[in-house]
């Protein structure tokens, strides 16, 4: 591993799977400990005595709120990764809004904090709910930078629509403009600023001075980890990983486990130490 100078995974799927718990309650580790300490046995317990410059982080669509004592654990307490893009942790620095840093957002400052505001709304005056005549919803009020509601599924476009009318019209067309997006997937939608995980790692890339190639990046959902791998230079994925994934893995010649989740994770470093 002596060209590798950065490994960062996604956590849900990768380092471990967890039942979310409702906010304002931290993540419940007590049921995945012992998938945690076998990370931090077997994967940085060994690099901290034979690759100690090499930089573990996370990179999810959770906040840094429902992650911190995760990377804890694990001791993956490197640059990471938060809210699909938008949050980033630099040790040196600490937690951060990536939107305050990229050139394509200068002009746009003042609607994403206008998208911020009416987060804040939608979410402490609880609106939603109340305009889907009793339908349970579960926001996700932890993430900072997102508008994210989960639901039953087959509910996408319904919930979708009445989230729409209640934009405003400055919201609506910095969506138009591609400022902001929206992610709709089964049983979800979120709403943040037009930023991804891959461009993400490029800006920490940048700011570490790492080249990508020097880069290994592990994820399982094409919808959420597409962009984080593409801006890496060696990829992989454990078994349980869409098959979309899988075949873009495959396709770039990168490392696929033929375990899942957290056995994926320390079988792809395994692995990972051969090449």
């Known amino acids: 591993m002596k060209q590798i100078k950065f490994i960062i995974s996604d956590i849900d799927g990768c380092i471990a799977d967890f039942i979310k718990p409702e906010f304002p309650l931290k993540q419940d580790l007590s049921e995945n400990l012992s998938n945690l300490e076998s990370i931090y046995k077997s994967i940085r317990q060994p690099a901290e005595k034979d690759f100690p410059s090499i930089l573990f982080g996370v990179a999810t669509a959770r906040s840094f709120y429902q992650s911190d004592h995760i990377m804890e654990a694990t001791g993956f307490q490197g640059p990471s990764i938060f809210e699909m893009g938008n949050v980033i942790f630099d ?34 005056e609880k609106i939603l709910e109340g305009k889907m005549n009793g339908i349970l919803l579960k926001p996700m009020m932890d993430r900072t930078m997102m508008v994210t509601y989960e639901f039953e599924n087959g509910l996408e476009q319904k919930i979708l629509t009445t989230l729409e009318s209640l934009m405003p019209d400055t919201i609506r067309r910095a969506i138009q403009e591609k400022i902001l997006k929206v992610l709709v997937s089964k049983g979800a939608i979120d709403i943040l600023p037009n930023i991804n995980k891959g461009e993400a790692l490029d800006y920490l890339l940048k700011i570490k001075q790492i080249d990508k190639n020097q880069v ?36 770039r010649g990168g490392l696929i486990s033929a375990q899942k989740s957290t056995a994926g994770l320390i079988d792809l470093i395994s692995q990972l130490k051969n090449l």
């Open 91 to 124: 040790p040196q620095v600490g937690v951060f809004n990536l939107f305050e840093f990229l050139d394509k957002f200068k002009k746009h400052k003042v609607v994403i904090n206008e998208f911020l505001d009416w987060r804040r709304k939608m979410f402490v």
């Open 216 to 251: 290994f990046a592990v994820g399982d959902s094409l919808h959420s980890d597409y962009d984080l791998l593409e801006s890496a230079g060696i990829v992989g994925c454990p078994a349980n990983a869409d098959i979309e994934l899988i075949n873009y893995v495959k396709n």
